[in-house]
């Protein structure tokens, strides 16, 4: 009986040994943000995925000795391809609300693993926080519509009138 409960006892050992482990799955990668507070009062938003994979503003710094605030801070695409971008500093106050007079979209185009230095003037003395928006340059499509048939049609029989008019006054 003992004979039979230690073979046993081995043949659970030599199957469990010769179990294949299980297998074990790669840790997924963490999901890339779209928004990130790179330095004190300085937060950045990307348009989408593909823009926070490309770029990184790095070396952000607002001085506030001044009259007005200064924000430095550099754009490095983390890539080796050139292609254009678009940036837009807002500028905030104290409670975090966006001043009245905020910059337009700004397109500069980055060589493949470059870095361009940005600066911005606070609009206000009011000026404490500021947020950088980056994102690709949209396309962009212009829509003329084509006249309407009907008023094509009027406008050619208000012209003939008019030429007939002047042909039949005498020079």
Wanted: include cysteine.
């Amino acid at each position: 009986m003992k004979k039979l409960c230690l073979a046993l006892a081995c043949g659970a050992l030599v199957l469990c040994g010769c179990q294949t482990p299980a297998p074990v799955s790669a840790p997924e990668p963490e999901p890339l943000l779209l928004s990130a507070n790179v330095a004190p009062g300085v937060a950045v938003h990307y348009d989408n995925e593909l823009v926070a994979s490309a770029l990184e503003v790095v070396r952000a710094n607002i001085n506030a000795s001044g009259r007005l605030p200064k924000l430095t801070f550099q754009i490095r695409n983390k890539i080796s391809q050139r292609y254009p971008i678009e940036y837009r500093i807002e500028w905030l106050d104290a409670d975090g609300a966006p001043l009245m007079v905020s910059s337009a979209w700004q397109q500069v185009t980055l060589s493949g693993n470059a870095i361009r230095a940005v600066t911005s003037m606070g609009k206000s003395p009011d000026a404490k926080t500021v947020n950088i928006a980056l994102r690709i340059p949209q396309p962009v499509e212009i829509f003329v519509p084509e006249p309407d048939p009907m008023e094509q049609m009027k406008m050619q029989e208000e012209y003939n009138r008019q030429m007939m008019q002047n042909a039949q006054q005498p020079q």
